[in-house]
């Protein structure tokens, strides 16, 4: 008997390094990580750790991973906007979108709006372009830019990132410069191309 428990013993022994591994592992999953809930409480540099395109427009939902390894979930709301009629038959002004913190879509428990143009707003686009920078330096990709700014949907832009060996966090890059621009254009901040 006191063998059988002296092997349990050292089996554990044997294993213990991998039971510590996968507890570092786990601890750096946007699941076990730190959640933060706002823009301030994160440690930049920042980076995007994954990336969602929703089937409601075009919402984009992700991850920031801050360099302390804390998580916010952000997205840029993309959802289709019906156009409504005055009685003259005029369409109504369409209200600007929300890029979003809290959750990876406006739809989901969390979400909260930032102010339009508002200070987290512009926070949050500043730490996306940093990250942008980062990964896809805009004097190196000038020309993968402008030829990603004319794909009109998601095959046209994986080919074009499969053309140019460019990685899927370069793509993630890509989508979210994308949305930046649409949304100083919407917001009169940028000129319509």
């Given at each position: 008997?006191?063998a059988?428990?002296?092997?349990?013993?050292?089996?554990?022994?044997?294993?213990?390094?991998?039971?510590?591994?996968?507890?570092?592992?786990?601890?750096k999953?946007?699941?076990?990580?730190?959640?933060?809930?706002?823009l301030?409480?994160?440690?930049?540099?920042?980076?995007?750790?994954?990336?969602?395109m929703?089937?409601?427009?075009?919402?984009?939902?992700?991850?920031?991973?801050?360099?302390?390894?804390?998580?916010?979930?952000?997205?840029l709301?993309?959802?289709?906007?019906?156009?409504?009629?005055?009685?003259?038959?005029?369409?109504?002004?369409?209200?600007?979108?929300h890029?979003?913190?809290?959750?990876?879509?406006?739809?989901?428990?969390?979400?909260?709006?930032?102010?339009?143009?508002?200070?987290?707003e512009?926070?949050l686009?500043?730490?996306?372009r940093?990250?942008?920078?980062?990964?896809l330096?805009?004097?190196?990709?000038?020309?993968?830019?402008?030829?990603?700014?004319?794909?009109?949907n998601?095959?046209?832009?994986e080919?074009l990132?499969?053309?140019?060996?460019?990685?899927?966090?370069?793509?993630?890059?890509?989508?979210i410069?994308?949305?930046i621009?649409?949304?100083?254009?919407?917001?009169?901040?940028?000129?319509?191309?």
């Amino acid at each position: 008997m006191a063998a059988a428990a002296e092997a349990n013993v050292i089996f554990l022994g044997d294993h213990m390094w991998r039971i510590v591994l996968l507890s570092v592992l786990l601890a750096k999953t946007p699941c076990f990580a730190d959640t933060l809930g706002s823009l301030e409480e994160l440690e930049c540099p920042c980076r995007v750790m994954g990336l969602d395109m929703f089937l409601d427009g075009g919402t984009l939902g992700g991850v920031l991973e801050d360099a302390e390894g804390s998580i916010l979930k952000f997205c840029l709301d993309g959802r289709m906007i019906i156009v409504e009629y005055d009685s003259e038959g005029k369409p109504l002004p369409i209200p600007p979108t929300h890029y979003f913190i809290g959750a990876d879509h406006p739809g989901r428990e969390g979400a909260r709006p930032l102010d339009v143009d508002g200070e987290e707003e512009r926070l949050l686009t500043r730490i996306l372009r940093e990250w942008i920078e980062s990964v896809l330096p805009a004097k190196k990709y000038e020309e993968v830019f402008r030829k990603f700014d004319s794909c009109t949907n998601a095959e046209q832009q994986e080919r074009l990132c499969l053309n140019n060996n460019l990685s899927e966090e370069q793509l993630r890059a890509l989508r979210i410069n994308k949305m930046i621009l649409n949304r100083e254009v919407e917001l009169g901040i940028r000129p319509k191309n």
